[in-house]
C-alpha cells in the first residue's frame, strides 16, 4: 500500500504492539477450556481488512491469539468429539504439538484468494493437551492415527462408578449440598439425600457402587427443587424426589405403557395366574433412548417323537443372535449330561418366544428355555404367576444376567395393573441380589407380603419353585418320557 495514500492514524499504526495474550495477572500457570475448538479459535488468525476499491490487506495488529495461545506454558482441556469434528483442527493441533511451535491460521491463504497476507514468525510452544472422551474413542484414534500414541502417551481411565463407602457416601452428600450452595437451590433433607445417592447406586446398576454421573444426579436435585417450590417447602422433602424421579420415568416410558396397553388388553398373550404345561414367562429389558424397562415374554416348548433334538424357532428364522444361541447349546449340553449318561436322547422340542418380532440377543432366558422343556417333557405345569430370568450352565447352575431391577419392576407392573394376588413374583439368579435397587412401589409391596422375589443358585431350585413338586419326581418323569419318546421312534424304525 502507498504511504502517501495512508491516514496518520495508519502510518503510525505500524509502531503499535499487538498484545495477543496477557499473563501479568496470572500468579499460576493458565488452565483452559475450549467448547469450540475450531481451527481459528485453536491456533489463532490472521484477520483481514477491506478497503476503497475491494482491496484485503492485513497486518501484525490483525493477529489474534487462539486456545493454544491462551494456554501456553499451562493446560489444554478439549473435548475429542468436538475436536475431531471440525475440519483441520486435529492437524494443526497435531502440528504444533509435534513442531512445539505455533503458526496462526489464515482462513484466506486457506481459501486460496490473491490477497496480501502476513507469515509471522513462529512462536515457541509448550502446553500439555488434555483430551475428554470416552475409552473407545482413545481405542480407535490409536488404531486411525500412528500419530496419536506418540503424543497422548498417558490414558487415564476413569471409572463411571466407583465403590460404595461411607466415606463415598459423604463425598456425595458434600457434593449435593456445594451444588444447591451455588446455585442458590433448597438444600435437602438428609432422607432426601439418601433417595439421591440410592439413585446413584441404581444408577451403576448395584447396591455396592455409586454412579460418577454426575449431571445425571444434579439435574435430579434441580427438578426435586422446583417440585419443593410447588408445594411451598422450605428444604427440599424426601416425596419430592420420588416426585421428580417418577416425573421423569413419565416422560420416556411412552413406548413402555403403550406395551403394557396392548398386553392387558389382550393383544399381546401373557398370563399372570394358573399353571400350564410347557410354557414360561420369560423376561427381558428393552431401550428407547435413554429408558430401559423389563417386559415379559411368553415362551412355549412341544415336544414330540423325532431325532432333531431340541429346535429354537427364533434361531430357525434368524432372529436369534449368536449369545442367545449360545445358550441354547448349552442348554442341550445340561439336557444331554443330565438325561442321556447311558443312551442318546431321541426328541424332537420345538421352542419360541410368542409373538416376538424382532431379533432376541442374550442368555438370560437359557434357564427359562430350560424349565419350559423340562414342564412339556415331565407333564407337569409351570406356575404362570412367576416370571423368570437367568442364564444356566452346563452343571444346572443359575448364573447372573443384567437388567435384573428392570426385569423385576416389569412383571411388578404387569401384575400390579392385572391385580396383585399375593402369589406373583419374580425368580432371579441369587448372584443378582445385590443388584437389585428397585422401586419405591416394589419394595412397599414386597414388604406386605402381595409380591414376592425368589433368588435361586440351580436349575433344581427353580424346577421345585415353579412346579410345587420336588426336583426329584419332575427329573424322573422326564427320564421316563425321554424313553417313552424314544421306545416309539425305535418302534417306528422298525416298521
Same mark, same amino acid.
Given at each position: =500500500?502507498?504511504?502517501?495514500?495512508?491516514?496518520?492514524?495508519?502510518?503510525?499504526?505500524?509502531?503499535?504492539?499487538?498484545?495477543?495474550?496477557?499473563?501479568? #495477572?496470572?500468579?499460576? /500457570?493458565?488452565?483452559?477450556?475450549?467448547?469450540?475448538?475450531?481451527?481459528?479459535?485453536?491456533?489463532?488468525?490472521?484477520?483481514?481488512?477491506?478497503?476503497?476499491?475491494?482491496?484485503?490487506?492485513?497486518?501484525?495488529?490483525?493477529?489474534?491469539?487462539?486456545?493454544?495461545?491462551?494456554?501456553?506454558?499451562? @493446560?489444554?482441556?478439549?473435548?475429542?468429539?468436538?475436536? +475431531?469434528?471440525?475440519? $483441520? #483442527?486435529?492437524?494443526?493441533?497435531?502440528?504444533?504439538?509435534?513442531? %512445539?511451535?505455533?503458526?496462526?491460521?489464515?482462513?484466506?491463504?486457506?481459501?486460496?484468494?490473491? &490477497?496480501?497476507?502476513?507469515?509471522?514468525?513462529?512462536?515457541?510452544?509448550?502446553?500439555?493437551?488434555?483430551?475428554?472422551g470416552p475409552p473407545v474413542l482413545y481405542f480407535m484414534l490409536l488404531d486411525a492415527d500412528e500419530d496419536f500414541g506418540s503424543i497422548f502417551k498417558v490414558m487415564a481411565d476413569f471409572d463411571y462408578e466407583v465403590e460404595r463407602t461411607p466415606e463415598n457416601e459423604l463425598d456425595y452428600a458434600h457434593f449435593i449440598g456445594r451444588l444447591c450452595? *451455588?446455585?442458590?437451590?433448597?438444600?435437602? &433433607?438428609?432422607?432426601?439425600?439418601?433417595?439421591?445417592?440410592?439413585?446413584?447406586?441404581?444408577?451403576?446398576?448395584?447396591?455396592?457402587?455409586?454412579?460418577?454421573?454426575?449431571?445425571?444426579?444434579?439435574?435430579?436435585?434441580?427438578?426435586?427443587?422446583?417440585? #419443593?417450590?410447588?408445594?411451598?417447602?422450605? +428444604?427440599?422433602? %424426601?416425596?419430592?424426589?420420588?416426585?421428580?424421579?417418577?416425573?421423569?420415568?413419565?416422560?420416556?416410558? %411412552?413406548?413402555?405403557?403403550?406395551?403394557?396397553?396392548?398386553?392387558?388388553?389382550?393383544?399381546?398373550?401373557?398370563?399372570?395366574?394358573?399353571?400350564?404345561?410347557?410354557?414360561?414367562?420369560?423376561?427381558?429389558?428393552?431401550?428407547?433412548?435413554?429408558?430401559?424397562?423389563?417386559?415379559?415374554?411368553?415362551?412355549?416348548?412341544?415336544?414330540?417323537?423325532?431325532?432333531?433334538?431340541?429346535?429354537?424357532?427364533?434361531?430357525?428364522?434368524?432372529?436369534?443372535?449368536?449369545?442367545?444361541?449360545?445358550?441354547?447349546?448349552?442348554?442341550?449340553?445340561?439336557?444331554?449330561?443330565?438325561? /442321556?449318561?447311558?443312551?442318546?436322547?431321541?426328541?424332537?422340542?420345538?421352542?419360541?418366544?410368542?409373538?416376538?418380532? $424382532? $431379533?432376541?440377543?442374550?442368555?438370560?432366558?437359557?434357564?427359562?428355555?430350560? @424349565?419350559?422343556?423340562?414342564?412339556?417333557?415331565?407333564?407337569?405345569?409351570?406356575?404362570?404367576?412367576?416370571?423368570?430370568?437367568?442364564?444356566?450352565?452346563?452343571?444346572?447352575?443359575?448364573?447372573?444376567?443384567?437388567?435384573?431391577?428392570?426385569?423385576?419392576?416389569?412383571?411388578?407392573?404387569?401384575?400390579?395393573?392385572?391385580?396383585?394376588?399375593?402369589?406373583? $413374583?419374580?425368580?432371579?439368579?441369587?448372584?443378582?441380589?445385590?443388584?437389585?435397587?428397585? *422401586?419405591?412401589?416394589?419394595?412397599?409391596?414386597?414388604?406386605?407380603?402381595?409380591?414376592?422375589?425368589?433368588?435361586?443358585?440351580?436349575?433344581?431350585?427353580?424346577?421345585?419353585?415353579?412346579?410345587?413338586?420336588?426336583?426329584?419326581?419332575?427329573?424322573?418323569?422326564?427320564?421316563?418320557?425321554?424313553?417313552?419318546?424314544? =421306545?416309539?421312534?425305535?418302534?417306528?424304525?422298525?416298521?
Amino acid at each position: =500500500e502507498n504511504e502517501d495514500d495512508q491516514t496518520p492514524a495508519e502510518w503510525f499504526r505500524r509502531y503499535k504492539v499487538n498484545v495477543i495474550i496477557d499473563n501479568q #495477572a496470572n500468579s499460576q /500457570a493458565p488452565v483452559v477450556a475450549e467448547y469450540d475448538p475450531q481451527l481459528s479459535r485453536l491456533v489463532g488468525r490472521v484477520e483481514h481488512e477491506a478497503r476503497y476499491g475491494g482491496a484485503v490487506v492485513t497486518d501484525f495488529t490483525l493477529l489474534r491469539a487462539g486456545a493454544l495461545h491462551t494456554a501456553n506454558g499451562g @493446560y489444554l482441556i478439549l473435548r475429542a468429539q468436538d475436536l +475431531f469434528a471440525e475440519a $483441520g #483442527a486435529w492437524e494443526a493441533l497435531k502440528r504444533a504439538l509435534v513442531g %512445539r511451535e505455533l503458526r496462526p491460521d489464515d482462513p484466506a491463504i486457506r481459501g486460496g484468494a490473491p &490477497t496480501r497476507t502476513l507469515d509471522p514468525d513462529p512462536i515457541p510452544l509448550q502446553v500439555k493437551v488434555i483430551l475428554i472422551g470416552p475409552p473407545v474413542l482413545y481405542f480407535m484414534l490409536l488404531d486411525a492415527d500412528e500419530d496419536f500414541g506418540s503424543i497422548f502417551k498417558v490414558m487415564a481411565d476413569f471409572d463411571y462408578e466407583v465403590e460404595r463407602t461411607p466415606e463415598n457416601e459423604l463425598d456425595y452428600a458434600h457434593f449435593i449440598g456445594r451444588l444447591c450452595h *451455588d446455585e442458590k437451590l433448597r438444600h435437602l &433433607t438428609a432422607d432426601a439425600v439418601g433417595l439421591v445417592i440410592e439413585q446413584s447406586a441404581r444408577l451403576a446398576g448395584t447396591q455396592n457402587r455409586l454412579s460418577t454421573r454426575f449431571g445425571q444426579l444434579a439435574d435430579l436435585v434441580r427438578e426435586a427443587n422446583h417440585w #419443593a417450590d410447588q408445594a411451598d417447602r422450605e +428444604f427440599v422433602a %424426601r416425596e419430592d424426589v420420588l416426585r421428580a424421579i417418577d416425573n421423569r420415568r413419565y416422560l420416556r416410558n %411412552r413406548v413402555e405403557m403403550r406395551l403394557l396397553e396392548m398386553l392387558l388388553d389382550g393383544k399381546r398373550l401373557i398370563a399372570t395366574s394358573e399353571a400350564v404345561v410347557g410354557q414360561i414367562n420369560a423376561l427381558t429389558v428393552s431401550q428407547v433412548g435413554d429408558h430401559s424397562f423389563g417386559q415379559p415374554n411368553r415362551v412355549t416348548v412341544r415336544t414330540y417323537v423325532g431325532k432333531s433334538g431340541v429346535i429354537q424357532i427364533d434361531r430357525e428364522v434368524a432372529l436369534a443372535g449368536p449369545i442367545h444361541n449360545k445358550g441354547l447349546m448349552t442348554l442341550v449340553g445340561y439336557l444331554g449330561g443330565q438325561y /442321556a449318561g447311558d443312551h442318546p436322547l431321541s426328541l424332537n422340542a420345538q421352542i419360541t418366544f410368542e409373538q416376538s418380532y $424382532g $431379533g432376541i440377543e442374550g442368555d438370560s432366558a437359557s434357564s427359562t428355555e430350560l @424349565y419350559a422343556l423340562l414342564s412339556s417333557l415331565a407333564g407337569i405345569p409351570i406356575s404362570q404367576a412367576i416370571a423368570v430370568t437367568g442364564s444356566v450352565n452346563q452343571h444346572g447352575e443359575i448364573q447372573p444376567i443384567g437388567g435384573v431391577t428392570e426385569k423385576v419392576e416389569g412383571w411388578f407392573n404387569v401384575c400390579r395393573q392385572r391385580g396383585l394376588t399375593g402369589d406373583q $413374583g419374580c425368580m432371579i439368579p441369587a448372584a443378582n441380589i445385590q443388584d437389585l435397587m428397585l *422401586d419405591h412401589t416394589v419394595i412397599e409391596a414386597v414388604a406386605a407380603g402381595q409380591f414376592h422375589i425368589w433368588a435361586v443358585r440351580s436349575v433344581d431350585e427353580g424346577i421345585e419353585l415353579l412346579t410345587g413338586r420336588s426336583a426329584t419326581d419332575v427329573h424322573t418323569a422326564v427320564a421316563a418320557r425321554l424313553g417313552e419318546l424314544a =421306545e416309539k421312534m425305535r418302534q417306528y424304525e422298525a416298521r
